[in-house]
C-alpha cells in the first residue's frame, strides 16, 4: 500500500518551490501569489489524495485472481446515476475548487478553462486505469467523473466570473492572479483601458 499523505506532501511541497522559481524567472513572484500557489498545492494534496491514494499494490501472481481489466472501465455516460447520484455530486464538488483556482492560475476563456479541467479530468482517469492495469487495483475508469468533474470545474468559473463583476472583490483579488491582464492605464492604441474587474476575470468572458 502506497500511503497518501507521506508521499503528497513533499510531492507539494516541491511543486510550490518549482511554482515560485517560475514566478521569479517571469519577475512575477510577489507574496499574493505565493499564497496561490500554495492554495493551488494543498488542493492537489486534497484531489490526489481522493483520487489516487492510498494506493494497494498488486503485483506478481496476486494479480492473476484479479477482475479483466475491462471491469473498471465505465464508458455509458449516467448508467449509474439513478441509482447512485452521490457519486456524481461528490465529483461535482471536488472540481468546484479546481474552477475557482484556474482563473488565478491561467489566463483564457471559460472554453479554455473548461478544457483544461476536463483534460486534467481525463488525465486522473486514465492514470486510474493504467494502474489498474499493471501495479494497482480498486479504481474505476468512469465517463461519469470526467462529466461531473468538467461541471464542477464550470461552476467554479462562473462563481469567479459573477464574482470578479463586484468592484471592491476584484480590486483584492487581482494582485493573486498570476497572468494578469495588461495594466489599463497603458492601453494600447485605439484600446480603452479595462477595469479592474475585467483585468481579474478576462479569460471569463
Known sequence: MVPALPVLIPA????????LWRLRQRDRLTLS???TAGAACLFGIVLLRSVLFP???????ERATLPPWPVFVQLIPVATVPRDPSGMVLNIVLFVPIGVLL???VR?????????????SVTIEVVQLVGDMTVSTGRVADIDDVIGNTVGALVGIAVVRLLSRVPQLSR???PFVWCPSPDPRSPR????GASARSRWGSGLH
Not at 55 to 61: D, E
Open 55 to 61: 494506493a494497494p499494490i498488486v503485483l506478481g501472481a
Open 172 to 174: 483584492v483579488a487581482t
Open 33 to 35: 501569489r505565493t499564497i
Open 103 to 105: 482563473p488565478f492560475l
Open 12 to 19: 507539494a511541497i516541491v511543486v510550490w518551490v518549482l511554482l
Open 108 to 120: 483564457g476563456s471559460v472554453i479554455r478553462l473548461g478544457t483544461i479541467a476536463f483534460l486534467l
Open 189 to 192: 492604441p485605439g484600446k480603452r
